[in-house]
T-cell receptor, first 114, second 109 residues
């Protein structure tokens, strides 16, 4: 099993749909992250979880709802998205939320909102 | 505001050397990361600098000058597989990672 696995790899959804992105890490890390990556823009941190508790929410719209049931799994629930939400959504994990350790990324979910 | 600047795109020749620069203005500093990201793939860790100087790791080296708010990633003996985007990220005083937009490196034969 690879370090950080994300499913699905690609997702097309309408603006009225509800879908969920899944992330799983097998590295024994304590912190997990959701990032948004848009073309030619810096990575945007969306959510940080440490030991299953949310420690950071960078003013993300409520149409994105994270869930961390345990330290190995992270979900991003999506509903009533907008076309500008189309992007690559990356999950990452690290030893701790302090950020001074290497982050391991999943391959991302390419989301298209139509 | 916090800002990371790096060139949008660079082109280099196979076998040559290329230097990718990164300048930063952040509220505090707790280290600087370089990541490599091939198209359609996950970013992967290359280096972490927290003290001034050069860190060498095989064909890749990373340099940091905290007083100048400057870092570079040096790639030697370029190979076609080095074609990728290179992301610079700084850990600020709140231990939040501030990311640059990435430098797309194109290697030509």
């Amino acid at each position: 099993e690879t370090g950080v696995t994300q499913t699905p790899r690609h997702l097309v959804m309408g603006m009225t749909n509800k879908k969920s992105l899944k992330c799983e890490q097998h590295l024994g890390h304590n912190a997990m992250y959701w990032y948004k990556q848009s073309a030619k823009k810096p990575l945007e941190l969306m959510f940080v979880y440490s030991l299953e508790e949310r420690v950071e929410n960078n003013s993300v719209p409520s149409r994105f709802s994270p869930e961390c049931p345990n330290s190995s799994h992270l979900f991003l629930h999506l509903h009533t998205l907008q076309p500008e939400d189309s992007a690559l959504y990356l999950c990452a994990s690290s030893q701790g939320p302090e950020g001074n350790t290497e982050a391991f990324f999943g391959q991302g979910t390419r989301l298209t909102v139509v | 505001g916090q800002n990371i600047d790096q060139p949008t795109e660079m082109t280099a020749t196979e076998g040559a050397i290329v230097q990718i620069n990164c300048t930063y203005q952040t509220s505090g500093f707790n280290g600087l990361f370089w990541y490599q990201q091939h198209a359609g793939e996950a970013p992967t860790f290359l280096s972490y600098n927290v003290l001034d100087g050069l860190e060498e790791k095989g064909r890749f080296s990373s340099f940091l000058s905290r007083s100048k708010g400057y870092s570079y990633l040096l790639l030697k003996e370029l190979q076609m597989k080095d074609s990728a985007s290179y992301l610079c990220a700084v850990l600020d005083s709140n231990y939040q990672l501030i990311w640059g937009a990435g430098t797309k490196l194109i290697i030509k034969p």
